[in-house]
């Protein structure tokens, strides 16, 4: 690196982490440039979590949420990025004070974080302790039977093509859960 | 890139609610029974003529067992909606 540059970058760094202490003390929120609610100033998420039956979780602060996001695992902190995210099967790990975890498996369903709070919103939410080991290896065999049995060159959009996708969700939809409830997290 | 389900020709209703089920399916007793009683649902939707019942369709839940059958019916109603 050349002489004159290192020192140049040296300073910006140094403005850099001024700018960021500034910000985490006065609370200010980077990403939105609007004035957060306290409760994100005070390092916490504040959740809500919804069922079209239930409510799991309504204005509960709590220190992060992890959700299992189309794209992939998307950890949610206090002052995250505002978005939305199409979630797959999988786990909504929400962890609390002390770092107890509280895991529910969600089929399907979207997340919206808003600057101010953030919403979880399934169609099914259950608690992974509730799940059945036995019968999700069971139903998963089932799947692949229907899924091997069904036609692959079935054109899209008929009867065929409908009847496999649904296997196909249901080998998605198992697998997902035997990864959790095997123990391997 | 669309996703299969909707190459197949599902709608993303219909895929949630699949999801759903197949995971109402695999729940301990007594979650289980409690999660399948409130999952099913059925709707018949009736075109009335002249005081008399014109046609009728029955849509039913059953998404898992006869996938084609719902959503063909589905299809069939709204088609009849429209026309």
Redesign the interface.
């Known amino acids: 690196m050349n002489k004159w540059l290192r020192p140049a970058l040296r300073t910006t760094l140094r403005l850099w982490r001024r700018q960021w202490s500034a910000e985490a003390t006065s609370g200010a929120s980077v990403s939105t440039g609007a004035s957060s609610p306290s409760s994100e100033e005070a390092g916490r998420v504040t959740l809500n979590f919804f069922c079209p039956?239930q409510v799991i979780a309504k204005n509960r602060q709590v220190v992060s949420v992890i959700v299992p996001a189309a794209s992939g695992l998307m950890g949610i902190l206090p002052n995250h990025v505002p978005t939305v995210a199409q979630m797959r099967?999988g786990v909504v790990t929400i962890i609390g004070d002390g770092g107890a975890e509280e895991r529910y498996?969600v089929?399907?369903?979207f997340t919206f974080v808003h600057p101010d709070r953030t919403d979880i919103c399934a169609?099914?939410a259950?608690r992974v302790s509730?799940?059945?080991p036995e019968?999700?290896s069971k139903?998963l065999a089932d799947?692949e039977a229907k899924l091997a049995s069904s036609s692959s060159s079935a054109a899209?959009?008929?009867?065929e093509?409908?009847?496999?996708?649904?296997a196909?969700?249901?080998v998605d939809?198992?697998l997902a859960?035997q990864g959790v409830v095997s123990g391997t997290r | 890139m669309p996703q299969y389900w909707r190459v197949a020709g599902l709608s993303y209703l219909q895929y949630a609610n699949v999801c759903a089920e197949y995971v109402r399916r695999v729940l301990k007793e007594p979650e289980r029974t409690k999660a399948l009683s409130r999952a099913g649902y059925s709707m018949i939707k009736a075109t009335w003529k002249d005081g008399k019942v014109a046609s009728r369709v029955t849509l039913e839940s059953a998404l898992l067992d006869d996938p084609v059958k719902s959503i063909s019916a589905a299809a069939a109603a709204s088609e009849k909606n429209n026309s």
């Open positions: 039956h099967p498996f089929s399907s369903g169609v099914e259950v509730d799940i059945d019968e999700v139903a799947c899209a959009g008929t009867a093509a409908q009847r496999a996708a649904v196909q969700i249901g939809v198992y859960m």
